[in-house]
């Protein structure tokens, strides 16, 4: 968001600027008022000011004077210089060589918001090219491990990306593997040894571990390592299609895996236990694969150190199955909080799909689904504090026993009906107390209101007020006070004997010619016409 600083000696010309422009829906977030020269340059030493209007003619220090200290230390600023007639001739030098733009005395609202619609512009197309491809490129470069790693860790908790996505992904991250091919997975669990290392050092010693072993599969094998949620390090493994014809991967797999354990414990007197899988098509079965390498750890090695353990020939042969995609993310925690309410309903159907497709899904699986679901709708519940049992009743919070999947899901449909159905309305009515308090604190102080003044009363941040405002109006804030003061302003001039200038100060204008442009735009006449025309018809 963009910050802009008004600044004229005259405080009523700064002031009327500050609340007839609709500075929040053009795009900045703060407006600056500066009285005087100097007191621009303080703001300017505070603020990340993009944007300066300032007058010429001022006392002290002058506007050409303070565009020439804002080109001598912010070189970035673009200025808007405002001028009289009087004193254009003078100005007009130093406008062409310091200003990026000016306008004339006195100010038409339209002209201002085209002048700085432009600057805005030209400030977004400095960023790009300062943005420039290559820069992009080296940050992209400097985060690419984190990206890698992160990417491989979501395949591994299940995370599926339709193929040609992945090898998008996989191009990008320059990453030579292809989904055409298998692949396997080497767990290797770090011992004692290595977890009583503070932080820093098993940094150090997991890049080492990890450099080990590309060393160990590179001729061989295209590489993709990453630490899993275990604290464990992944490698996954693809032939490189140059393997000589009759070789058997999975031996140079284990046979690999053997010397990583050796040169570990010889270089770094640390024990490494070491779970090779089968193949499986790349990226389907990732996740298949590396549940087996977990569950052999917790199964076959547990406290046990220094084992190398393949688990080739188990690889499939669980006898529980697990409820896949009930585990994979996005979670239902992460769906609620983001109010992804389709995403919601998406991932039950494909829960549900599972447990009436697959032959190995029982009646404890239909549960455990169940336990899942209760906790998510309680969470998400008390994160707004609220009880569940006051949203949704507690006959439905004790069915508790379901023999189908299609009663499981009657059920949590109920429970996520009535949770979305409460919250909507909850926030309904949130925003509507919000654009109540809104107009009646504009009511209240109609003769000096401004948005910031606005946002402070409801403790909101300008912009996003703005931006709720118009989505539950359909209008500007700016709008409604303009509205608002010229119905006002058209009360005063009928029903009270107030001079014209008189109902210009009553509702905040300092300058009775504005008021009377304003009020000729509303009306389609000036104040005094208005008058005479209103009172003959008394």
């Known amino acids: 968001m963009h910050q802009i600083l008004l600044v004229d ?24 008022k500066a009285y005087s020269g100097y007191e621009a340059l303080e703001l300017l030493q505070r603020h990340p000011i993009d944007i300066v209007v300032t007058d ?9 004077e303070l565009i020439a200290a804002i080109r001598r230390r912010w070189k970035h600023i673009r200025v808007v210089m405002l001028t009289g007639y009087a004193e254009f001739d003078y100005a007009r030098k130093a406008i062409e060589e310091q200003a990026s733009a000016y306008l004339l005395k006195p100010i038409a609202s339209d002209q201002l918001i085209a002048v700085i619609g432009k600057l805005q512009e030209k400030l977004r197309s400095d960023w790009e090219a300062w943005s420039s491809h ?13 990206l890698r790693d992160r990417l491989l860790g979501e395949l591994l908790q299940g995370r599926k990306l339709p193929r040609q996505q992945l090898q998008e992904r996989l191009s990008q991250f320059d990453l030579p593997l292809s989904t055409d091919l298998p692949v396997c997975l080497a767990v290797v669990r770090p011992e004692e040894f290595f977890r009583r290392q503070d932080m820093h050092s098993m940094l150090l010693f997991e890049y080492a571990i990890i450099n080990i072993a590309q060393e160990l599969f590179q001729d061989r ?4 390592s990453c630490k899993d949620v275990h604290d464990y390090l992944v490698f996954l493994l693809q032939p490189k299609t140059d393997l000589e014809p009759g070789s058997h991967p999975g031996n140079e797999v284990a046979q690999a895996a053997y010397q990583l354990q050796n040169h570990v414990s010889t270089l770094m007197g640390g024990g490494l236990s070491v779970v090779t899988t089968g193949w499986g098509d790349f990226p389907d079965q990732v996740y298949t694969l590396y549940q087996s390498a977990i569950s052999a750890i917790r199964q076959h090695i547990g406290s046990e150190t220094g084992i190398y353990l393949d688990t080739t020939d188990n690889n499939g042969s669980q006898p529980v199955e697990i409820l896949q995609p ?25 829960i549900v799909s599972e447990l009436v497709h697959s032959p190995e899904r029982s009646l404890e699986h239909i549960h455990e689904a169940r336990l899942h679901l209760e906790t998510a709708f309680y969470y998400f519940a008390h994160k707004n504090n609220k009880m569940l049992s006051e949203i949704v009743g507690n006959p439905l919070l004790e069915q508790t026993s379901f023999q189908t999947p299609d009663k499981l899901r009657e059920w949590a449909m109920e429970v996520i009906l009535l949770l979305r159905e409460y919250f909507d309305s909850e926030r309904r009515s949130s925003r ?7 107009h009646e604190y504009i009511n209240r102080n109609l003769h000096y209101v401004s948005l910031q003044a606005i946002a402070d009363h409801v403790q909101m941040h300008p912009v996003y007020l703005s931006k709720m405002y118009k989505l539950e109006t359909g209008k500007r804030i700016s709008d409604y006070i303009s509205q608002v003061k010229m119905e006002k302003a058209a009360y005063l001039l009928i029903h009270t004997p107030l001079k014209i200038y008189e109902v210009s100060s009553e509702l905040g204008y300092s300058n009775a010619h504005y008021f009377i442009k304003l009020f000729k735009e509303y009306a389609g006449m000036t104040p005094h016409e208005f008058r005479d025309r209103r009172c003959k018809t008394l």
């Open 9 to 32: 000696d005259e405080p009523y010309v700064v002031d009327d600027l500050s609340i007839s422009i609709p500075w929040a829906d053009m795009g900045f977030g703060q407006v600056h």
């Open 56 to 64: 010429i003619n001022m006392p002290e220090l002058s506007g050409t």
């Open 134 to 146: 290559q820069r992009t490129m080296q940050t992209f470069r400097e985060h690419l491990p984190i």
């Open 221 to 224: 094998f295209l590489i993709w």
């Open 326 to 350: 009930l585990y994979e993310p996005p979670l239902f925690f992460h769906l609620f909080e983001a109010n992804n309410w389709q995403g919601i309903e998406d991932k039950l159907n494909a």
């Open 432 to 438: 509507t107390e919000l654009i109540r308090n809104v």
